[in-house]
C-alpha cells in the first residue's frame, strides 16, 4: 500500500509539474462552464415561460438543467481523457524510467494501481474544480443536493473507465501520440457501440446498450445510483486493470 | 553473492544471451566486457529481475530473481545504462521517491538521501531538475539512486559512458571504494577501465562466456612470451616468409601494418629499412634462439627481439575474434 501511494504521490506530482494538469484544469473547467452557462440561460427562460402561464414554480433545476449538463460533461471527458493517460507507461518506457519501476521491490499490480490513482487524482481535481459552478447554483437556486452526488459519482466511474482503458493502450506503446489517438478512438468506440443497436433484433440492442459506456451513465446524470450501473463500471475498470497487467508482464517476457 | 547458471534469453528468434554461467562472490568487483550486443545489458536485465531469462536461473543475494523477485530486488542497486530520471522532478525529490519505492524506512529516509548525496557529490544540485542536469550529473544522480538504499549488490552498466575524463576517475575511484561492503557487477567495453577497477572479468560476445579470470591473468595467459616482436634489417621479399618456416611458429603478423596475417606464399610489403614482426608460436615452445638463428644465417641484421605483453585490448580482441575466426577483422 505504501508503495502504491508512493507511486500515485509520483504521478500526480509530475502531472502538476508540467503544464498537463493546468491546461486540462483549465480547459475542462472552461467547457464546464460553457454548458453551464447555456443550460442556466435556458433554465431561466423555460422557468420564466412556465411562470407567466402560470405554472408557478414547477420548475425543477435538477430536471431541466443539471441533467443535461453532466450529459455533457460525459462528452468532453471522452475527449480529455486520453490526454491524462497518454503519457503514464508510454514515456517511462521511452525514458527508460520504466526500468527504475521493473527493478525495484514493487509489485506490477502497485504500479499499475499507483498510476491508475494518480491519475484519477487528477481527474478528480478537475471535477472538482466545476464544483465551483454548481456552488454558484445553491446561491441562487434551490436545488437537491443528492442527484447532483449521483451525477459526480457517475461522472467519477466512467472516467475511472477511462483512465483504466486508457492505461491498458499507454502499456501498448511507447510513442505518446499513437496511445492517445488509439485511446481516443477506442472511448469514441465505447460511446457509440450502441448506435449499431437501432437496426438490429432485439438481443443484439440489449447487448450493445449493455456494453455502451454512456447507456449507463443516463441513470447517474438523472440522478439515480443503479447498483446495476455501478457494477458495470467497477467491473469495467477492473478489467482495464487486468489488462494493463497483462501487457506489463508479457512486455517483460518480450523483452 | 551471484549466482547466474545456464542462462539464455531469445527475443523472437535472436538469441541474445546464450547459455551464460558465472559466480560472483561477496565484496568483489566484477567487469562485464564486451562489445556492443554482446549480451551484457540482457545479463544485467535478468539479474536485476526487469526480465526473466528463456532458460537457467539467477541466483542475487541468496534469492532467486524469478521466484523471489521483490527479495531480490531489495538487495540489488541498478544503474540502467541511461540513468532512469524523472526530469520534472528536482535531485532531492527523485532520490526521495526511489527510497520509498526501495522501502527504505520513513525515519532513515532523509538520512539516506543526505548520505548518498554527499558519496556520489551531488549535494550542490539537490535541489536542481534532474532534466537539468549535466550528462556527468545525471550519471551521479543515478548511481546514487542505486545505493540509496544500501543494497548488497550493485550492478552498473557502462557507469562512466558519455563523462568527461576528471568524471570518468571519480567514478572509478567511487566504484572502487563501493567493493567490500557491496559486490559489484560493472558492464563496459572501454578495456582499460576494467584492468583499473575490476577483480575479475567475464568476457561476453554474441551472448557466449569466452573468458573468466583476473585481468593479470587474462593478459599473461593469451599472450606473455609467446609473441615475440622482431626486427630485422633484411632486403624485404621474403623474410617474413623465412620467419615463418622457423619450427613452432604458428603465425608471422607484419608489425608496420597490424594485423596483416603473412602465410608462407603471402607477399609481404616491399620496404627498404627494418622490417618489424610480430611472431606468434605454440604454448611452451621457445622460438627465440631459431628466430635470431636463420636472422643471422640470412645475414641480416637482428635489431630487436623481445617478448609481446598484450594489453587487455588485445587479448579482448583475439578472444572475441578466436571465437568467430570467420570474422575476423583483416586489414
Excluded at chain 2, 11 to 32: H, M, N
Excluded at chain 2, 97 to 112: D, G, L, N, T, Y
Aim: glycine share 8%.
Amino acid at each position: 500500500m505504501r508503495n502504491v501511494l508512493a507511486i500515485a504521490e509520483k504521478e500526480l506530482r509530475s502531472y502538476f509539474a508540467s503544464p498537463i494538469a493546468y491546461i486540462l484544469i483549465g480547459l475542462f473547467s472552461l467547457l464546464f462552464g460553457w454548458f453551464f452557462y447555456v443550460y442556466l440561460m435556458a433554465f431561466v427562460q423555460q422557468s420564466e415561460q412556465m411562470m407567466q402561464m402560470g405554472g408557478g414554480g414547477g420548475a425543477n433545476v435538477n430536471q431541466m438543467m443539471v441533467r443535461g449538463l453532466f450529459q455533457n460533461t460525459a462528452v468532453i471527458i471522452l475527449f480529455v481523457m486520453p490526454m491524462i493517460t497518454m503519457r503514464t507507461y508510454s514515456e517511462e518506457k521511452r525514458s527508460g524510467t520504466i526500468e527504475l519501476l521493473l527493478t525495484s521491490p514493487v509489485t506490477d499490480l502497485e504500479i499499475i494501481i499507483g498510476k491508475f490513482i494518480g491519475a484519477l487524482g487528477l481527474y478528480a481535481a478537475m471535477l472538482l474544480v466545476t464544483m465551483l459552478y454548481i456552488l454558484i447554483l445553491f446561491k441562487i437556486g434551490n436545488p437537491e443536493w443528492r442527484p447532483i452526488g449521483a451525477g459526480y459519482l457517475g461522472l467519477l466511474l466512467m472516467g475511472g473507465c477511462f483512465l483504466s482503458t486508457g492505461l491498458f493502450i499507454s502499456s501498448l506503446t511507447k510513442n505518446q501520440i499513437v496511445a492517445g489517438f488509439l485511446t481516443f478512438a477506442t472511448f469514441l468506440m465505447l460511446w457509440i457501440i450502441n448506435w449499431l443497436g437501432e437496426s438490429s433484433s432485439p438481443t443484439t440492442r440489449e447487448v450493445l446498450n449493455y456494453l455502451s459506456i454512456t447507456e449507463h451513465f443516463d441513470d447517474f446524470a438523472r440522478g439515480i445510483i443503479d447498483t446495476k450501473h455501478v457494477v458495470y463500471y467497477l467491473s469495467f475498470i477492473l478489467f482495464g486493470l487486468f489488462l494493463t497487467a497483462k501487457s506489463v508482464d508479457s512486455e517483460r517476457w518480450r523483452g | 553473492m551471484i549466482e547466474v547458471q545456464h542462462i539464455t534469453k531469445h527475443y523472437g528468434r535472436v538469441t541474445a544471451v546464450d547459455d551464460v554461467s558465472f559466480r560472483v562472490e561477496r565484496g568483489e568487483i566484477l567487469g562485464f566486457l564486451g562489445p556492443n550486443g554482446a549480451g551484457k545489458t540482457t545479463t544485467m536485465r535478468i539479474l536485476t529481475g526487469y526480465m526473466p531469462p528463456s532458460e537457467g536461473r539467477a541466483v542475487v543475494a541468496g534469492y532467486d530473481v524469478f521466484t523471489h523477485p521483490i527479495e531480490a530486488k531489495r538487495r540489488t542497486g541498478y544503474l540502467p545504462e541511461t540513468p532512469p530520471l524523472y526530469p520534472e522532478m528536482t535531485a532531492r525529490e527523485y532520490l526521495d521517491f526511489v527510497a520509498k519505492i526501495k522501502a527504505v524506512p520513513a525515519s532513515e529516509r532523509k538520512a539516506r538521501v543526505d548520505a548518498v548525496m554527499e558519496r556520489t557529490r551531488i549535494s550542490d544540485m539537490a535541489n536542481r531538475h534532474c532534466g537539468k542536469l549535466s550528462k556527468g550529473y545525471r550519471q551521479r544522480v543515478g548511481l546514487a539512486q542505486a545505493l540509496i538504499h544500501n543494497p548488497d549488490v550493485l550492478i552498473l552498466d557502462e557507469p562512466t559512458a558519455g563523462l568527461d575524463p576528471k568524471q570518468i576517475i571519480e567514478t572509478r575511484d567511487l566504484i572502487r571504494s563501493l567493493a567490500g561492503d557491496h559486490t559489484i557487477v560493472l558492464s563496459t567495453h572501454i578495456l582499460p577501465e576494467v584492468a583499473q577497477t575490476c577483480q575479475r572479468v567475464v568476457i561476453i560476445n554474441k551472448g557466449r562466456v569466452v573468458a573468466v579470470d583476473t585481468p593479470e591473468n587474462l593478459t599473461a595467459r593469451l599472450k606473455g612470451a609467446a609473441t615475440l616482436y622482431i626486427q630485422v634489417d633484411a632486403p624485404g621479399a621474403d623474410a617474413g616468409a623465412a620467419l615463418a618456416a622457423v619450427r613452432g611458429v604458428t603465425r608471422v603478423t607484419s608489425a608496420d601494418q597490424p594485423r596483416a596475417p603473412l602465410g608462407p606464399d603471402a607477399v609481404p610489403p616491399v620496404s627498404s629499412g627494418p622490417l618489424a614482426f610480430e611472431v606468434e608460436s605454440e604454448p611452451d615452445v621457445d622460438i627465440r634462439r631459431d628466430l635470431a638463428r636463420i636472422v643471422v644465417t640470412r645475414g641480416w641484421g637482428l635489431l630487436e627481439l623481445r617478448p609481446v605483453r598484450m594489453s587487455l585490448e588485445d587479448v579482448f580482441l583475439q578472444v572475441t575474434t578466436e571465437e568467430v575466426p570467420e570474422e575476423a577483422p583483416r586489414a
